[in-house]
């Protein structure tokens, strides 16, 4: 009878091992919760380690089992070298479920849904690189362990291991242009330069940053589009940041109008239209002449708000409210563009007219086209032809004839 209830002791030990391990996971994450049950956001983000936790207590139990009911060689290496792949392969998955629940936890405490919220959004910039980093590590690590656990792997780590230097520097020509970025999004995150949702100006592109991986960056323009960039471009080409200390900012509305603008009447309706909106930051709200130049008296109003999209808006705002105003209050204000016509020359001024012929009411000689001196008026003759004497002997001539 004993020899029929042996083959089935190591199942029996490995159920009762999985049994065992279910259980504990339950009181683990109970104790957790209770110990911490003024953390609401645990209760959520601690689902993310149930599974990976029973997965590592069973495989611990089932290989404890089999340790202990079947012994060394034969089929139990073969299970043994499986169980123990599944084991690492679940620790990492809990450390890499740990790094999500710790990043999740940290980042509960600061909302980014606050008028000022620069801290949050360098702290979440921050967690979110660490966490990716410290899971690439987990990874590596992870499958570095396996690839140790197979005896030809081991072989071939060691010869790798004797031409490190040849591997590292074709390694490192390969990887440059990667290992590069990955250096800049590290300098990026850390150095604060820039944050998720900061506002920013890129290759004459405004929008805000929606991602910061290792790599690149992942940049939502205005109109839904978005602009991928390489890390490196953020660490070595300018570029705007609206929102690197606060998020106030000042914005212009510019006219070019009449010289007969009202600009007291224009100056009480610009500060009747910021009273009225919330869009104003009540910070600066003035309106000046800056220039009068062609034609024109240039105004410009100067306003500020909490942040560049409500600054968009109450630019809109004012232009429009400053235009409805103009034209229909001072419509003598806008634009105009005026001429003058010069009059006929009056007959007391005309040269008189001999036979058909125009005399010219003026000497060419005395243009002044070269004056100053007894040369310079020869210099004139010669330049502009015989003058008067011309007409005169044609006058004679046309006389004769007829």
Known sequence: MQELLNPAMPFL????????????????RKIVLRLNRRRPELQATSRVARLPLR??????????????????????????????????ASIAWLAVAMLLIV????????????????????LRTQMILARRIGVALIVVLALGSVMLTFPAIQALGAGLLASAGVISIVAGLAAQTS???????????????????????????????????????????WDD???????????????????????????????????????????????????????????????QITDATGGFVRVRILVSAADSAALFDLRCLVREAMVTFLRQGHPESLPHTRWESVGAIPPAKQAPKTAGVSRPHTDP??????????EAVERSRAFTGPGEDVFEDRDKTLSSRN
């Open 13 to 28: 030990a490995m159920a009762c091992a999985v049994a065992a391990g279910l259980v504990l996971s339950w009181l683990i």
């Open 55 to 88: 997965f590592a207590l069973c495989l611990i139990g089932v290989r404890t089992a089999l340790a202990l009911t079947v012994h060394e060689g034969g089929w139990r290496g073969r299970v043994d070298h499986l169980l123990l792949i599944a084991l690492m």
């Open 103 to 122: 990043e999740s936890m940290v980042l509960s405490r600061y909302s980014v849904d606050v008028a000022d919220n620069r801290r949050a959004r360098r």
């Open 179 to 221: 290992l590069v970025n990955v250096f800049a999004g590290m300098q990026i995150a850390f150095t604060d330069a820039i944050r998720v949702d900061d506002v920013v100006v890129v290759q004459k592109e405004w929008g805000r940053i929606e991602e910061i991986t290792l790599t690149y960056v992942v940049v939502h323009i």
């Open 225 to 287: 589009r978005r602009l991928i960039l390489p890390s490196t471009y953020f660490t070595t080409t300018p570029f705007e940041n609206w929102t690197r200390r606060q998020s106030e900012v000042m914005g212009t509305v510019e006219f070019d109008l009449d010289w007969r603008a009202p600009v007291e009447d224009m100056r009480a309706e610009l500060k009747t239209v910021l009273a009225g909106t919330d869009l104003w930051d009540e910070r600066v709200g003035i309106l």
């Open 365 to 374: 000689h005395e243009s002044q086209l070269f004056t100053g001196s007894v």
